[in-house]
């Protein structure tokens, strides 16, 4: 049975070769592929070679040899039809009925393939004939050599119709150029014409690696400065990535694949080090083309231009995202400074500056969060009601479950950090009954530590304390870091016990080993809740004292050495202290 040869790249590029090789054979990499026993003979030295590149097996000993079809078909003993099913069944594809109309479409597009690639070739030669001279230099200006243009085969589309003339000579009817996307119809009966004219030619391939459609790009600041082909039978903009067959490779190899907005800023890249990059074709970046690289990488990096409109682009992207994310499948982001594109900053700051862009590239969840906060000011219930309102219709947009929900716990958090931290900011500016402002308690690293175990291991009980905790400057960030998400955790569930709260923090990779010894001697003691109570009394009481002390003696000295004619207000702030001493341990023995 014969099946669209669209039908047969779809399903070649969803499917594992590796991955059901694996059902049978325990593999080892080794290289860009993969080795073990093979299973169509019996031998003790791994000859067996797997390739998800090539799509190909191949064993060295008996000679088998196939691709991901005639594998299944011989050790599942299936018909080829059956094979088909098999796979696409396991990808959710519809296999498709092979009709004469559909067969004789087949054969359409293999003389538009022809068509395309004979059209590639005259742009090539043109760009090295005496009318492609302009745009040559043009390239040469931008740093590509003779090699660069090659390997991405750059052409040139001169001014008038010289393509139509061309094609023309060879045969081929301009009903056919058209359906090919190379000739613009005429306005008000005029002849039609090459639909790219003076601009240097980007060609576009497929999966396979074959031309199926052009980019365009002006020289003289004129608009659009680029244009694609129009949609045909071959070619859907929305479905293809510009130079994905050859980042593809390198892509898997390094588990990184690099989105940028111009076929410039990848040629550059490609350049510079980074083959695995690839770019949309001038539109928005699509649902489809965002599966497309996560078959290839779970977290792409987009890595669009500086400026507003590069801003704007990425976070149609992340709109885009949205709706498909699902677990362990999401966007990355880079956001180059100076309105550079990703070209212009590789020349500017070079190779090793660009590599630590991609080491710094933000989550998906940073950018909706910077988007949904940006210009807001969260300080009363309203504001933050409306911000509540707004991060939950954004939420509705995913329609994974499981990833809405952790969205929705990452995004409380981080709205409990701003309202909450910003109050702990306010709170540490605590005064006396006179209004006079207490020093800061500030605990060393073991105090500190001993407080975040006692917030740990006894959070049920903490309900009293937790605004103690807030008048405390953790100057050890590891502890307050815990110290905020403790809290956080206690205030959404009151009742949470020691071991959830543990997992918990443990869930968001926070480690507790600073804190083990801490925690395990708590665990030992029976303790009343007036035990703790009273324990939790003495060690804000002791750290609220040292913080007097301390300053009483700093001011008590900075008095000494201006007894002659010390400051009024030194003097009240001292005579204060003093008095918030005498209250609090005038407290501590009745």
């Known amino acids: 049975m014969r099946y669209p040869t669209s039908f047969m790249e779809e399903l070649k590029s969803r499917v594992s070769l590796t991955e059901e090789v694996s059902r049978f054979v325990k593999l080892s990499h080794r290289g860009k592929d993969y080795i073990g026993l093979c299973p169509f003979h019996k031998e003790k030295t791994a000859s067996f070679s797997v390739s998800d590149v090539r799509g190909f097996y191949h064993c060295f000993g008996c000679g088998a040899h196939g691709d991901i079809f005639s594998f299944i078909m011989s050790l599942e003993g299936l018909s080829f039809p059956e094979a088909v099913e098999k796979l696409a069944n396991k990808v959710g594809m519809v296999v498709p009925k092979s009709s004469a109309e559909e067969i004789e479409q087949e054969k359409k597009k293999a003389t538009l393939h022809e068509i395309i690639e004979i059209s590639c070739v005259f742009y090539e030669q043109q760009l090295f004939s005496s009318v492609g001279k302009e745009a040559l230099q043009y390239l040469y200006n931008r740093g590509l050599s003779d090699t660069d243009i090659s390997n991405f085969r750059l052409g040139y589309a001169s001014k008038g119709n010289r393509l139509k003339s061309f094609l023309h000579s060879k045969g081929i009817t301009e009903d056919q150029m058209i359906e090919a996307g190379l000739l613009s119809f005429g306005k008000e009966g005029r002849e039609s014409y090459d639909y790219f004219r003076d601009r240097i030619i980007f060609p576009i391939s497929d999966k396979r690696g074959r031309i199926i459609a052009f980019g365009g790009r002006v020289m003289n600041g004129a608009e ?8 045909t039978d071959l070619f859907h ?5 510009y130079s994905l067959t050859r980042a593809e490779v390198s892509a898997r190899k390094e588990g990184k694949i690099l989105l940028v907005e ?14 695995y990059t690839v770019a ?5 970046l699509t649902e489809h083309q965002i599966q497309s690289l996560w078959r290839i990488v779970s977290e792409p990096i987009i890595c669009f231009d500086g400026d507003e409109a590069g801003q704007r682009a990425a976070l149609r992207a992340a709109e885009r995202a949205l709706p498909i994310l699902k677990p362990g499948f999401s966007l990355r982001f880079i956001f180059l400074p100076d309105n550079l594109d990703p070209d212009e900053y590789l020349r500017t700051f070079g190779n090793k500056s660009f590599s630590d862009q991609l080491l710094e590239s933000k989550p998906l969840d940073w950018l909706i969060w910077e988007q949904l906060t940006k210009g807001k000011i969260i300080n009363t219930p309203e504001r933050k009601a409306a911000l509540e309102k707004s ?5 509705q947009k995913i329609t994974d479950s499981s990833v809405q929900n952790y969205y929705r ?4 958090q981080k709205l409990w950090e701003i309202t909450t931290i910003s109050g702990r900011a306010n709170k540490k500016r605590t005064k006396t009954d006179k209004g006079i402002k207490l020093p800061e308690c500030r ?8 407080l975040l175990a006692y917030l740990i291991s006894y959070p049920h009980l903490m309900d009293k304390w937790l605004d103690y905790y807030t008048k405390v400057n953790f100057t050890d960030k590891e502890i307050e870091e815990l110290v905020y998400l403790s809290e956080a955790a206690i205030i959404e569930n009151p009742d949470i016990s020691s071991e959830s709260l543990q997992q918990l923090l443990t869930d968001k990779g926070k480690s507790l080993k600073p ?3 801490e925690l395990e001697m708590l665990s030992k003691k029976e303790r009343f809740p007036s035990d703790i109570d009273e324990e939790m009394e003495e060690r804000f009481r002791s750290l609220q004292l040292k913080a007097i002390n301390d300053e009483l003696e700093e001011t008590g000295n900075l008095l000494a050495n201006c007894l002659n004619d010390p400051p009024l207000d030194l003097w009240e702030r001292f005579n204060a202290l003093q008095e918030e001493k005498a209250k609090i341990l005038k407290d501590f023995y009745n």
């Open 224 to 231: 659009p400065k680029y244009l694609n082909s129009p949609d």
């Open 262 to 275: 111009g076929y410039m800023d990848v040629i550059s890249l490609y350049k510079g080090g980074f083959p």
């Open 409 to 412: 716990r990452e995004f409380k």
């Open 280 to 284: 949309p074709l001038g539109t928005a």
């Open 443 to 450: 605990p060393g690293r073991n105090e500190g530590k001993m």
């Open 391 to 395: 991060i939950e219709s954004t939420l």
């Open 237 to 241: 903009k929305g479905e293809v990535l």
């Open 515 to 517: 804190i083990f010894s």
